[in-house]
C-alpha cells in the first residue's frame, strides 16, 4: 500500500485508503509493533493505559491483529454490529470507513477555536488509573460496575460530561443513552472472554462512529485489543465485586499535588502478546 493511500497514523496502527480489488472503497488496517507506556531509568515501561509510544515488541501487531479479529466475530455472533469486513493476513484488517463522532468548531473565526475530532468511550470494572487519580477517596480497585466516561480525544484528551454532549450538540440524549449501552454490552462480552483466559480486565476504551455508507447507526469501530485493555492477573472479587487482594497489588503515591497509581498485577503488554501466542 502506497503512502499516498495513508489516511491516519496512529499510535499502534495505520489506516490506508484501499483504491483496487475486492475491497475497493474500503479502509485496511495495519497494526504495527508500536507500544504505549511511559520511561522509567531510562527504560521503556510498555502500558496500554498511556497515551506515549515509548517503543516497539515484537509480534505485538500481529498479536493485536488476531485479537481483534476474534472479538470482532464474536461480537458479530451475538448481533452487535462494528466496522469489521475481514482479516487478510497476520496484521493487516479491512474495515468499513466510518465518521468518527465529531463536530465542527460552530465559530471557527474565533482565536482558539477548533473541531470536536473524534471521542473515546472509557469503561471501567475498577477503579484505578485517571479515575482514582481524580477521585482518591475511592478505594483501589473498588468495583465500578462499567461505568462510562466520555473523553474528547486530541493532543491532550479531555474528559465531557454527558449533559455536556448534548447541550453542545455533539450527540443527542438518545445517542447517548444507546451509546453507553452499548459499550457496556460490549464491556461485558469482552470481559468474560478474556476471564476464559484467568484474566480480569480492569478498564477498557472503545472507540463509536458511523459508518459512511450505513444508515447512521452508531457501530464500534477502530479495534478490541490489548492496547484499549488493561488487564491483571490474581484479581480475587468480594460480594461486592471490588477486588480483595489490592493491598498487595495497589501502589499509590503523591507529591507536589500529582497522584500516581500502580497495579503490580497489571499484566504488561509483552507479556499479553506472549499469552494470546
Known amino acids: 500500500m502506497e503512502e499516498k493511500d495513508l489516511v491516519y ?18 479502509y485496511r488496517l495495519v497494526f504495527t509493533d508500536r507500544a504505549t507506556g511511559y520511561m522509567e531509568n531510562g527504560k521503556p515501561v510498555f502500558d496500554p493505559g498511556r497515551d506515549t509510544v515509548v517503543g516497539e515488541i515484537p509480534g505485538k501487531g ?6 481483534a479479529t476474534h472479538f470482532f466475530k464474536l461480537l458479530k455472533e451475538k448481533g452487535i454490529h462494528s466496522h469489521y ?24 473565526d474565533f482565536s482558539g477555536a477548533a473541531p470536536l475530532l473524534n471521542l473515546e468511550f472509557t469503561w471501567r470494572n475498577n477503579a484505578t488509573g485517571s479515575f482514582w487519580r481524580r477521585y482518591p477517596f475511592v ?29 453542545t450538540g455533539a450527540m443527542t440524549i438518545d445517542e447517548i443513552t444507546a451509546s453507553v449501552a452499548l459499550v457496556k454490552s460490549i464491556a461485558e462480552i469482552v470481559t468474560r472472554e478474556v476471564a476464559s483466559k484467568n484474566l480480569h480486565i480492569i478498564d477498557g476504551k ?3 462512529g458511523r459508518l459512511k455508507y450505513g444508515d447512521g447507526k452508531i457501530v464500534l469501530i477502530d479495534e478490541i485489543s490489548q492496547d484499549v485493555l488493561r488487564i491483571c492477573r490474581g484479581y480475587s472479587p468480594d ?28 499484566v504488561s503488554t509483552a507479556d499479553i502478546v506472549k499469552i494470546f501466542t
Not at 469486513?85 to 471557527?108: K, Y
Open 62 to 67: 500481529a498479536i493485536n491483529c488476531r485479537f
Open 9 to 26: 497514523r496512529g499510535k499502534s496502527k495505520d489506516v490506508f485508503n484501499v483504491t483496487a480489488g475486492t475491497y475497493a472503497g474500503k
Open 206 to 208: 472503545f472507540e463509536l
Open 239 to 266: 460480594t461486592s465485586g471490588g477486588c480483595t487482594v489490592y493491598h498487595q497489588c495497589v501502589v499509590t503515591g503523591c507529591s507536589d499535588g500529582k497522584r500516581t497509581i500502580r497495579n503490580k498485577n497489571q
Open 85 to 108: 469486513v475481514d482479516t487478510i493476513s497476520e496484521n493487516e484488517m479491512i474495515v468499513e470507513p466510518a465518521n468518527p463522532l465529531s463536530m465542527p468548531a460552530e465559530a471557527p
Open 139 to 167: 478505594k483501589p480497585c473498588k468495583n465500578l460496575h462499567k461505568v462510562v466516561e466520555v473523553w474528547t480525544k486530541g493532543d491532550v484528551d479531555t474528559l465531557i460530561s454527558m449533559e455536556a454532549l448534548e447541550a
